[in-house]
C-alpha cells in the first residue's frame, strides 16, 4: 500500500518561498509506473491542481502558476518537491502530494493516492 | 484555462438515489474521474475512466457519460456519503491535462 507524506513550515510569509516535501513510502519514485504530483485546495474552496513530476526530473506546469512553480525529485529518499515562490495570501491552502497514473497515448491522466495534507498560511 | 461545472449542492433522502452532473466541452473526448472528498480527509477516486469503479468502493456508486455532461450516481445513498464530490478530466488540446470541477456537497436529508 503506497503512502505519501507531505512536511514543511506551516507559515510562510509573503514575498518570500514556499518548500514542502513529499516522502513515499510501499513504492519507489524510481519504478517508473506513475508520475507524482501536488495539488492544493484554499480553505473551504475547490481542488487546484499545480504540476507533477516524472522520475527522470522531467515535468508539466499548470499553466496559471507555472512561472512561480518548482517541482524536483530526489530517488534516493524517494521524495519529491514542491517550491512556490513569491507567495501571497492567495496561496494559504491545504497542499496535497499524490500519484498520478499518466497515459497520454489513452488520454489517462488522474490521482490514484494521496497524502493528508498540509495546511499552509502565508502571514507576516 | 478550462473549466468543469458542477451543481454546487445536492440533497437526496436517505435510500434515494442522487445524481451529480459535470459539464465541459472535452468531455466527449477526454476520460473523467471523480472523487470523494469528507471534511478533514484528502480525496478518495470512487470513479475512473468514465465509469469504472476502483477496488474496495460500493457498489452504489457508477458513473455514465453522455456529449459533454458527466454523471456520478450514488445509488441508495447512505449517511456516509455526505461529502463534497469533485469531477477531473483534461482539455482537448493536453495543455490542461488535470483539471478539477467546482465541486458538488451532497446532503443527506
Known amino acids: 500500500q503506497v503512502q505519501l507524506q507531505e512536511s514543511g513550515p506551516g507559515l510562510v510569509k509573503p514575498s518570500q518561498t514556499l518548500s514542502l516535501t513529499c516522502t513515499v513510502s510501499?513504492?519507489?519514485?524510481?519504478?517508473?509506473?506513475?508520475?507524482w504530483s501536488w495539488i492544493r485546495q484554499p480553505p473551504g474552496k475547490g481542488l487546484e491542481w499545480i504540476g507533477y513530476?516524472?522520475?527522470?526530473?522531467?515535468?508539466y506546469y499548470n499553466p496559471s502558476l507555472k512561472s512561480r512553480v518548482t517541482i524536483s525529485v530526489d530517488t534516493s529518499k524517494n521524495q519529491f518537491s514542491l517550491k512556490l515562490s513569491s507567495v501571497t495570501a492567495a496561496d494559504t491552502a491545504v497542499y496535497y502530494c499524490?500519484?498520478?497514473?499518466?497515459?497520454?497515448?489513452?488520454?489517462?491522466?488522474?490521482?490514484?493516492?494521496w497524502g493528508q495534507g498540509t495546511l499552509v498560511t502565508v502571514s507576516s | 484555462s478550462y473549466e468543469l461545472t458542477q451543481p454546487p449542492s445536492v440533497s437526496v433522502s436517505p435510500g434515494q438515489t442522487a445524481r451529480i452532473t459535470c459539464s465541459g466541452d472535452?468531455?466527449?473526448?477526454?476520460?473523467a474521474y471523480w472523487y470523494q472528498q469528507k471534511p478533514g480527509q484528502a480525496p478518495v477516486l470512487v470513479i475512473y475512466k468514465d465509469s469504472e469503479r476502483p477496488s474496495g468502493i460500493p457498489e452504489r456508486f457508477s458513473g455514465s457519460s453522455s456529449g459533454t455532461t458527466v454523471t456520478l450516481t450514488i445509488s441508495g445513498v447512505q449517511a456516509e456519503d455526505e461529502a463534497d464530490y469533485y469531477c477531473q478530466s483534461a482539455d482537448s488540446s493536453g495543455t490542461y491535462p488535470l483539471v478539477f470541477g467546482t465541486g458538488t456537497k451532497v446532503t443527506v436529508l
Open positions: 510501499g513504492g519507489s519514485i524510481s519504478s517508473g509506473d506513475y508520475y
Open positions: 513530476i516524472y522520475y527522470s526530473g522531467s515535468t
Open positions: 472535452a468531455l466527449p473526448k477526454q476520460y
Open positions: 499524490a500519484r498520478v497514473v499518466v497515459v497520454p497515448a489513452a488520454a489517462v491522466y488522474y490521482f490514484d493516492y
